[in-house]
């Protein structure tokens, strides 16, 4: 009897099973508050609302167009990890990187222009991309080694330099008639990233392809660098003590320049894993920086900092987030859907207290039960 | 029975894995000095937790004036009267000492403050007690021992009955040791309650009326400190027979491993230099210590000897070799260990493991990295395990126990495990024993002792008399930045020293 609940009591304790039930949590509290505003603003449509958000592509009655938007969402979350990959990885060194939504814009422009201005291959236009982010992210990184300079400050400043130098680069690839970026299929077919095979799973989507695989082989490899490699052991230790991690002779100015050069490259990567399929195409007129690298904010933290949670959390967070698209907007303004996916994104900020509550919980019981077992022992 | 201003009766506080508090008995007479003993991770700390509500305890219970009371959080140890000094301040820097005496039991009129009332009260306790404290001046203006006394007349001021002392006298110099030492008789006079914790047993037996002694989580027992000797309070401590006396063989120095001359640091909190023109030299085979008040520079020296802070001008060699601009990692693999004063700041990565701490300065040498950069976790592990063993290191887990779980002085131990088994030339050791039980002293006094009988040279920077007169083989005083004095530790007398020290004498250089 009391070892069963031992080893349910340890099951409890493990950090990871703690992440995964913790962000479970989240995500119900989140649709549950996201099911009530549903219900204030218009309690006859909410159920349908809040069930469309969850189907997503599930929406579509034949099985082919529900299997190919499932693609869509795919390549979207694909994006989404890698922000979040940027994010976490910083966040193990003890930076804020809020500058991936901007690392992601200028990893854009980059792979845009190379690949209509420039009509370069789908490779030269992802390096192209990875190395501009590299630098932006690489500017708040030496910035903050050598000055100072709070990396939260510069990145927001960074985000807004990089959209709208972005904008005006991309304004000379522009469609005539539109604000957006010309179509990759019509102006460089060379720059698309190839679909091996993958575009045959999801009934024919050609933007499913490479960069789903770089995405998952990229969070591989973070988990691997932080948990397994020397280079991890010293960035993790400069973020966990800057002071410790100077004594014991590691370059922790040069550290910080490279992890946030390491983390705008993921930002970038995930930017030309997105545009490089043609799913969309840049609008030149965008006056706010696009939202997928502060979702990335939320997926590190719901996938409780760990690359390979980070994968499930992005799929769920773009899950959402595209399902909000067929709130049904006769019943809700347009915004509805971002409304309730920011409401749920919000939440799972709140993994870290649940595991803290966990904890406390498990510890007040294991109190009361030494005391009862003391209590046994004297009967 | 209502003679005893709080009793704690039969507490027991239990961890997972670990029985802080068992069964233990503490209680504080009106109007003494009770002074609390025992090693680091005795359960000084969590007693005093429990004091101040910020543990439960699973038994016992607590009385106050002969009542059962129930402390549930520190608000109720306020409403009670406990106040205590914590080894570390908790001041506001940039606040006056008025501002932070008063600091949460502001009088306001209409959400305006009324400082004047209260800048009487605080006047009045100061001239009764002889604080001669400004309360205008700035905290980070003052010195050390005027914040304690900024702290004191924190407690006074709410009219607190019991006071706790955490390790007083750890950053006094010996002057204001003693003018502590008369404060706390003042206030025991006055009627105060005063539980003195430390592990200092001189301190105890010039003070103190009482003694209560823990070990290991149980309580050992109280004595009068008239009825006892430092030694069986020792004894009492740490469960045997303690040697005072570090034994050591002659010194027998040989060649020249450190050399530095004319080194000189710039301060960070004032124009002047911390370090003015500083020349010294440690030999194969000698234990050199430098001793000083704290804050005359010692730790600038360090810093820019390790390479942490860089020089304003000035020569390092090593084994004739030139470290001046060397990098840190360099100096650590050319044989420099260094044993940093704050072993939180700089000493451990807190939220690392054990055995990761552990290799801290070693993780990429081959032998625990491979050539593809990947750390040999087994390796490491084993290596720690060894480390743990041979250092008697220890932990809750071993070697994955987190660095900031353990007790201050397994921590040090680890430190000091890590930076001797380097095998390295120098042995740069700063207040190696800070904090830690005589137990434990005893332990890194040998090692620094082995060092030097093997060869290599030990610089020690120490705030302790005891230490800079038992361990050392040439005595180096600063004071202000400079070296004033150079003494044999069997020629010169600790009266002697303390007047180099206080900056009253010094010797032409």
């Given at each position: 009897m009391n070892k069963k609940n031992n080893t349910r009591d340890s099951i409890l304790r493990n950090d990871g099973f703690q992440t995964i039930i913790a962000s479970l949590l989240c995500i119900l509290l989140g649709l549950l508050v996201g099911y009530i505003v549903l219900l204030i603003i218009n309690p006859s449509g909410a159920a349908g609302a809040i069930s469309s958000i969850l189907k997503n592509f599930l929406y579509y009655p034949s099985a082919a167009a529900a299997t190919k938007y499932l693609g869509t969402t795919l390549v979207k979350a694909s994006a989404l990890l890698m922000c979040s990959l940027s994010?976490?990885?910083?966040?193990?060194?003890?930076?804020?990187?809020?500058?991936?939504?901007?690392?992601?814009?200028?990893?854009?422009?980059?792979?845009?222009?190379?690949?209509?201005?420039?009509?370069?291959?789908?490779?030269?236009?992802?390096?192209?991309?990875?190395?501009?982010?590299?630098?932006?992210?690489?500017?708040?990184?030496?910035?903050?080694?050598?000055?100072?300079?709070?990396?939260?400050?510069?990145?927001?400043?960074?985000?807004?330099?990089?959209?709208?130098?972005?904008?005006?680069?991309?304004?000379?690839?522009?469609?005539?008639?539109?604000?957006?970026?010309?179509?990759?299929?019509?102006?460089?077919?060379?720059?698309?990233?190839?679909?091996?095979?993958?575009?045959?799973?999801?009934?024919?989507?050609?933007?499913?392809?490479?960069?789903?695989?770089?995405?998952?082989?990229?969070?591989?490899?973070?988990?691997?660098?932080?948990?397994?490699?020397?280079?991890?052991?010293?960035?993790?230790?400069?973020?966990?003590?800057?002071?410790?991690?100077?004594?014991?002779?590691?370059?922790?100015?040069?550290?910080?320049?490279?992890?946030?050069?390491?983390?705008?490259?993921?930002?970038?990567?995930?930017?030309?894993?997105?545009?490089?399929?043609?799913v969309e195409q840049w609008m030149v007129q965008q006056t706010s920086v696009p939202s997928m690298g502060f979702n990335g904010i939320a997926s590190a933290f719901l996938g409780g900092l760990n690359p390979i949670g980070a994968i499930f959390s992005s799929y769920f967070i773009q899950h959402i987030t595209s399902g909000g698209s067929y709130v049904d907007k006769t019943m809700y303004c347009a915004q509805i859907s971002d409304l309730i996916s920011a409401f749920i994104i919000y939440l799972c900020g709140f993994v870290l207290f649940f595991k803290l509550w966990l904890n406390r919980y498990l510890d007040k019981r294991e109190e009361k039960q030494g005391m009862k077992a003391q209590k046994g022992g004297e009967a | 029975m209502a003679d005893y201003a709080i009793e704690m009766l039969n507490i027991t506080k239990r961890f997972p894995g670990i029985i802080a508090n068992d069964n233990i008995t503490l209680q504080l007479k009106k109007g003494e000095i009770h002074a609390l003993l025992g090693e680091n991770?005795?359960?000084?700390?969590?007693?005093?937790?429990?004091?101040?509500?910020?543990?439960?305890?699973?038994?016992?219970?607590?009385?106050?004036?002969?009542?059962?009371?129930?402390?549930?959080?520190?608000?109720?140890?306020?409403?009670?009267?406990?106040?205590?000094?914590?080894?570390?301040?908790?001041?506001?820097?940039?606040?006056?000492?008025?501002?932070?005496?008063?600091?949460?039991?502001?009088?306001?009129?209409?959400?305006?403050?009324?400082?004047?009332?209260?800048?009487?009260?605080?006047?009045?306790?100061?001239?009764?007690?002889?604080?001669?404290?400004?309360?205008?001046?700035?905290?980070?203006?003052?010195?050390?021992?005027?914040?304690?006394?900024?702290?004191?007349?924190?407690?006074?001021?709410?009219?607190?009955?019991?006071?706790?002392?955490?390790?007083?006298?750890?950053?006094?110099?010996?002057?204001?040791?003693?003018?502590?030492?008369?404060?706390?008789?003042?206030?025991?006079?006055?009627?105060k309650s005063i539980l003195f914790i430390t592990h200092k047993l001189a301190e105890i037996m010039q003070v103190a009326d009482r003694c209560s002694v823990l070990r290991k989580g149980k309580y050992i027992g109280t004595v009068d400190i008239k009825d006892t000797t430092p030694e069986k309070l020792s004894a009492m401590m740490v469960g045997r027979d303690v040697n005072f006396v570090v034994e050591k063989k002659p010194v027998k120095p040989g060649k020249v491993i450190l050399d530095v001359q004319n080194m000189t640091v710039a301060s960070k909190r004032h124009k002047n230099n911390a370090v003015n023109g500083v020349s010294l030299n440690v030999r194969e085979g000698e234990i050199v210590c430098i001793a000083g008040i704290d804050g005359n520079g010692q730790t600038e020296f360090v810093y820019g000897l390790t390479g942490l802070e860089p020089l304003k001008e000035g020569k390092i060699t090593l084994h004739g070799e030139d470290f001046t601009q060397m990098p840190i990692r360099k100096r650590s693999i050319k044989g420099m260990s260094h044993i940093p004063e704050?072993?939180?700041?700089?000493?451990?990565?807190?939220?690392?493991?054990?055995?990761?701490?552990?290799?801290?300065?070693?993780?990429?040498?081959?032998?625990?990295?491979?050539?593809?950069?990947?750390?040999?976790?087994?390796?490491?592990?084993?290596?720690?395990?060894?480390?743990?063993?041979?250092?008697?290191?220890?932990?809750?887990?071993?070697?994955?126990?987190?660095?900031?779980?353990?007790?201050?002085?397994?921590?040090?131990?680890?430190?000091?495990?890590?930076?001797?088994?380097?095998?390295?030339?120098?042995?740069?050791?700063?207040?190696?024993?800070?904090?830690?039980?005589?137990?434990?002293?005893?332990?890194?006094?040998?090692?620094?002792?082995?060092?030097?009988?093997?060869?290599?040279?030990?610089?020690?920077?120490?705030l302790e008399l005891d230490e800079v007169m038992n361990v050392s083989d040439r005595i180096l005083v600063m004071y202000e930045g400079e070296i004033v004095g150079e003494f044999d530790p069997k020629e010169v007398t600790v009266e002697e020293l303390g007047l180099y020290m206080a900056g009253s004498k010094r010797k032409g250089a």
């Open positions: 994010v976490l990885f910083a966040y193990k060194v003890g930076l804020f990187n809020i500058g991936a939504a901007g690392q992601y814009v200028v990893g854009a422009g980059a792979c845009l222009y190379c690949a209509i201005a420039l009509h370069l291959p789908w490779i030269v236009c992802l390096l192209a991309a990875v190395l501009a982010s590299a630098i932006v992210g690489g500017i708040s990184g030496a910035l903050k080694a050598y000055f100072n300079v709070n990396e939260v400050i510069s990145c927001i400043m960074l985000n807004w330099i990089g959209l709208y130098a972005v904008n005006m680069l991309l304004t000379t690839v522009k469609e005539e008639t539109t604000p957006y970026t010309k179509p990759l299929s019509s102006a460089n077919s060379s720059a698309i990233l190839p679909t091996l095979g993958l575009d045959k799973l999801f009934s024919n989507n050609k933007f499913v392809g490479l960069g789903l695989i770089i995405s998952i082989v990229m969070a591989v490899l973070v988990w691997i660098i932080l948990e397994k490699t020397k280079f991890g052991f010293e960035l993790k230790a400069t973020g966990m003590n800057k002071l410790a991690a100077k004594y014991c002779g590691m370059r922790e100015k040069t550290n910080i320049i490279l992890t946030m050069m390491i983390s705008g490259a993921l930002a970038g990567l995930g930017a030309a894993c997105f545009y490089l399929t043609g | 991770g005795a359960g000084k700390s969590t007693l005093m937790s429990v004091l101040f509500g910020l543990y439960q305890p699973e038994e016992g219970e607590i009385h106050k004036d002969g009542r059962k009371v129930e402390i549930n959080n520190p608000n109720d140890a306020d409403a009670l009267g406990i106040g205590m000094v914590h080894q570390h301040f908790k001041l506001v820097e940039c606040f006056s000492v008025l501002d932070n005496i008063i600091l949460g039991v502001e009088t306001t009129k209409g959400g305006i403050l009324q400082k004047d009332e209260a800048r009487k009260k605080v006047l009045a306790l100061s001239e009764k007690y002889g604080f001669q404290v400004d309360p205008n001046a700035l905290i980070e203006d003052i010195t050390v021992g005027m914040q304690q006394r900024t702290e004191i007349l924190k407690m006074l001021y709410r009219d607190n009955e019991i006071l706790i002392f955490d390790e007083p006298t750890a950053v006094l110099t010996p002057q204001e040791i003693q003018e502590l030492m008369t404060i706390m008789k003042n206030l025991a006079a006055e009627g704050d072993r939180h700041k700089h000493g451990l990565v807190l939220d690392y493991s054990l055995e990761n701490n552990i290799v801290l300065q070693r993780y990429f040498e081959p032998q625990f990295t491979n050539k593809f950069g990947f750390l040999k976790k087994k390796e490491i592990r084993d290596y720690a395990n060894r480390l743990i063993e041979q250092y008697d290191v220890r932990s809750g887990q071993g070697p994955i126990t987190k660095a900031r779980s353990m007790s201050g002085g397994n921590q040090q131990k680890a430190i000091i495990a890590r930076e001797i088994d380097k095998n390295p030339e120098l042995l740069v050791a700063v207040q190696p024993t800070r904090g830690l039980d005589v137990g434990a002293i005893e332990y890194i006094h040998k090692q620094l002792v082995a060092q030097r009988d093997a060869g290599k040279g030990v610089l020690l920077v120490s």
